[in-house]
């Protein structure tokens, strides 16, 4: 799936990266314990989050490339919520967490962070990424303004820094499945943001 790949820093700038997938040629599918795998490999060798973003996008490339079945695991949107989630790896101890999350047309997120670094890989539908930095003053140390926005289509993948801050918008008339990537959340430092408010609390 060919694509585009994307980096957002801390204060929200979204930058277009080199696209790259691991030279080795597969002869069979890239299975999920082989990502793992790998995905271990970097997190021990490799401390800083940017860095590991480096090497970690490849892999998701490779996976979406080279896993058919990447692309059949999903739930359908709740019709109430207008989302789901499908976990389709966490383990206790291993600081991993992957999910196929599906959206409904018209769908659009709280404006949050993730308090852990995530990549992101849309397999399906277009969605819109608004991106925002923390603004504080005084009255207002929650405050954030908005920096840009980012237009992802079927093979773009996304990566986030800890403290990145964006909102979600399904653009179209078809529900978006992306496929989900984080590092360790640090749930207290994970926060929703009111900018009517301008006001934060944790979720």
């Not at 793992?36 to 996976?63: A, C, G, W, Y």
């Not at 709740?78 to 291993?94: A, I, K």
Request: charge should be negative; glycine fraction near 4%.
């Amino acid at each position: 799936m060919a694509g585009r790949d994307w980096f957002v820093t801390n204060d929200g700038q979204c930058l277009e990266v080199k696209v790259t997938e691991p030279d080795e040629v597969l002869e069979r599918p890239y299975r999920l314990y082989r990502f793992l795998t790998d995905l271990e490999d970097i997190l021990e060798r490799v401390k800083d989050d940017q860095v590991r973003l480096t090497f970690i996008r490849p892999l998701v490339r490779r996976l979406l490339n080279h896993s058919e079945w990447l692309q059949l695991n999903f739930l359908p949107p709740d019709p109430t919520t207008g989302w789901s989630v499908l976990m389709l790896y966490h383990e206790p101890d291993f600081p991993i967490t992957i999910q196929t999350v599906v959206w409904s047309p018209g769908s659009v997120s709280p404006i949050h962070n993730h308090a852990a670094w995530g990549i992101v890989a849309l397999l399906s539908g277009q969605e819109k990424n608004r991106f925002w930095r923390r603004s504080p003053t005084k009255t207002h140390p929650d405050r954030v303004q908005s920096v840009g926005e980012c237009l992802l289509k079927p093979g773009d993948i996304i990566s986030l820094m800890p403290d990145t801050i964006h909102q979600v918008e399904v653009v179209g008339s078809e529900p978006t499945i992306s496929f989900n990537l984080y590092g360790e959340t640090q749930f207290e430092q994970r926060f929703e943001f009111d900018v009517k408010h301008q006001t934060a609390h944790t979720f």
